[in-house]
């Protein structure tokens, strides 16, 4: 049954069964392309008449997972250049308002959409929750740092969605003071970034932070992408002259200069830009409540189906602890608790806790607020364990589209566990287990969920 809604901008249709409406691809921001290319987002024109919100928009400028990736990380590509949009799940009753929680896809800033089966919200919508998802730029459109052009052009397209939902949630069913970003690694990492902006400020209430720390780079760091694909293209490393090349030699020149990097191993790649205006590197607004985590084997996902994980040997460990600065004496630490662990996954276990565990546990020591969790059920599939982005579909109760990672029989309940606390979290400040303090609580998600206080303490003391 089709459904009406008014936003700023005009009347949009959606669909409405089995008691949730759901709106596609409703535009927050100008399509950002011709002479909005390399700009900031722009507001959408008003229309007249009722604007269909029926199917999935255009994706923004990517190119799929490089193999093996591709076959275990779906990441459908929609034409069109009307790619700064938003979806939108809410119960159909009308019941007052209700809280708001607004999804930030992850992909290394550079993969990824809103339109992944994966992100449905029917089930957030099912427990009383307007659920957002939203897109933004990609890559070098997005996060390419220019002398000639903003900074982080896809964060300005999260902040432009975000005051879009200031705006109209209301007429969604959602309270506009009641709204909970989250998002899983690159989305987290712009999370981040967002409790530094003062663009941001009352924007949200609560944020949680799924595989994703705090990182942001000078600009000078964050131009060396550009260099690089401008030495492949051969044009200045200018918005100017990337502007007037076309976007598929761009993707092209993209994927060459960051085949061989992932966020264990690093390389080049795309990364938020601390501008001192927009993300100025402080947190803003201290007041956010948090919800933070991090998955058990988040390295699993790019280290074994590679093979990277059999590759590494003891050499190879020493070289990869050296540009990391890992002293030799947390190697001896984390191997005296892993016997027979290889060395591939002795840098793989080290490398989480580094840029995960010990980040977001900083972080949660300096809020006001915080609760932290751990997610350690293991995939069947590949061997890939507790891997990064495994607990997606357990949050989104949406296990039916988590098969390629997942396996068919991955235990829905602990999916209905954790689609449980977030949305207790989003709803009522408690996902359902104790506030970080000096005891240092962890909801530990596994088949038998427990908190434990303080786990592998010894470890974590090397990254405070």
């Known amino acids: 049954m089709d459904t009406i809604a008014i936003t700023r901008q005009g009347k949009v249709r959606g669909r409405s069964e089995d008691g949730i409406a759901t709106f596609l691809g409703l535009p927050y921001a100008a399509p950002p392309y011709g002479r909005r290319r390399f700009r900031a987002p722009e507001p959408v024109e008003p229309w007249d008449g009722v604007r269909d919100a029926l199917e999935y928009g255009a994706t923004a400028a990517k190119r799929p997972y490089r193999p093996p990736l591709d076959e275990i990380i779906p990441d459908p590509d929609r034409p069109g250049d009307d790619c700064l949009h938003l979806n ?162 761009l993707l092209d020149a993209q994927v060459e200069v960051t085949s061989k990097s992932n966020p264990i191993g690093g390389g080049p790649g795309f990364s938020i830009v601390a501008d001192g205006e927009v993300v100025t590197g402080e947190v803003v607004m201290p007041e956010v409540e948090l919800l933070l985590g991090y998955n058990r084997e988040e390295y699993r996902l790019w280290f074994v189906p590679t093979g990277v994980v059999q590759k590494i040997g003891a050499v190879a460990l020493r070289l990869a602890m050296l540009k990391l600065k890992i002293p030799g004496r947390v190697a001896k630490l984390y191997r005296s608790s892993r016997p027979g662990m290889l060395p591939g996954e002795l840098l793989g276990e080290m490398a989480n806790d580094f840029l995960l565990r010990g980040p977001l546990a900083k972080l949660a020591s300096r809020s006001p607020k915080a609760h932290v969790y751990e997610f350690a059920w293991r995939s069947p599939v590949l061997d890939l364990g507790a891997c990064h982005g495994l607990e997606i579909g357990f949050v989104f109760d949406t296990l039916r589209h988590n098969v390629e990672l997942a396996g068919p029989d991955a235990p829905q309940h602990l999916a209905d566990e954790m689609h449980r606390a977030w949305v207790g979290f989003a709803r009522d400040r408690d996902p359902g287990w104790p506030a970080w303090d000096d005891s240092r609580p962890v909801m530990i998600f596994d088949r038998r969920s427990e908190v434990m206080h303080d786990p592998r303490a010894e470890e974590l003391k090397v990254w405070l």
Do not use: C
């Open 88 to 249: 939108v799940w809410t119960p159909a009753a009308d019941d007052g308002a209700r809280p708001v929680m607004v999804w930030i896809h992850g992909g290394s800033l550079r993969n990824g959409s809103n339109s992944l089966p994966l992100y449905d919200g029917s089930a957030f919508a099912r427990d009383g929750v307007v659920l957002v998802s939203i897109n933004y730029r990609l890559g070098i459109e997005g996060f390419g740092s220019f002398p000639d052009a903003p900074d982080n052009r896809g964060l300005l397209d999260q902040l432009a969605a975000l005051e879009w939902v200031r705006d109209n949630i209301a007429s969604f069913g959602g309270d506009p003071a009641n709204v909970t970003v989250f998002g899983e690694s690159a989305g987290a990492i712009s999370i981040a970034a967002l409790l530094t902006s003062p663009r941001a400020r009352g924007l949200f209430r609560r944020a949680a932070l799924q595989s994703g720390p705090p990182h942001t780079v000078s600009r000078a760091e964050g131009g060396r992408i550009v260099a690089l694909m401008a030495k492949v293209l051969g044009v200045a490393p200018t918005a100017e002259a990337f502007a007037a090349v076309d976007r598929e030699r």
